[in-house]
């Protein structure tokens, strides 16, 4: 199973046309939020099955805050994590994410990729793929797979 995470595109989309055209066969996608609307061109786009959660800026959005589904065997948890003061800290979040039984959590917001693997919890961000702002404001994004023995790898790509 490959899966593309993107995040915090705000109405810009052609760094994430550039990413889906030069991406091999992707089984998934799942935008973090901050679509600001473009959602409907965005699961257009991926042709693939897409999780989408809403943002701080998704005003009047009807997505949902945050999903919880299960790939692979693998219970995975979205946000986009305002509501979790990921702008702080991902303490709240990785708390929230054991609570519900979460293999994996993913987060947007700050537009700064992320990524950790501790305690039997994956926690990643992958940054903005539109308005990064990181140390040397590369628009990135993060492919994980989920091989059929549950093994997870991440990847941490810029556009």
């Known amino acids: 199973m490959k899966i593309l995470i993107v995040s915090d595109t705000h109405k810009s989309h052609r760094n994430l046309e550039k990413v889906i055209e030069r991406t ?9 939020g901050d679509t600001e609307g473009g959602e409907d061109y965005i699961r257009a786009l ?8 809403s943002g701080n800026n998704d005003f009047f959005s009807d997505l949902p805050r ?3 589904f299960e790939v692979c065997g693998k219970r995975i948890f979205i946000t986009h ?5 990921v702008s702080m800290n991902e303490e709240y979040l990785k708390k929230e994410a054991r609570i519900r039984g979460a ?6 917001h700050t537009h700064r990729p992320a990524y950790s ?7 990643l961000n992958p940054g903005s793929i539109a308005y990064p702002r990181q140390l040397g404001r590369k628009p990135s994004y993060m492919v994980m797979e989920i091989d059929e023995n549950a093994k997870v790898n991440v990847q941490l790509l810029y556009v």
């Open 66 to 68: 945050e999903e919880e």
């Open 81 to 85: 994590g305002h509501p979790y003061y």
């Open 117 to 123: 693997d501790k305690g039997g919890l994956i926690t």
């Open 24 to 32: 091999d066969h992707i089984d998934m996608l799942i935008h973090l």
């Open 46 to 53: 991926a042709d693939c099955p897409a999780h989408i959660v």
């Open 103 to 108: 293999d994996i959590v993913m987060y947007g």
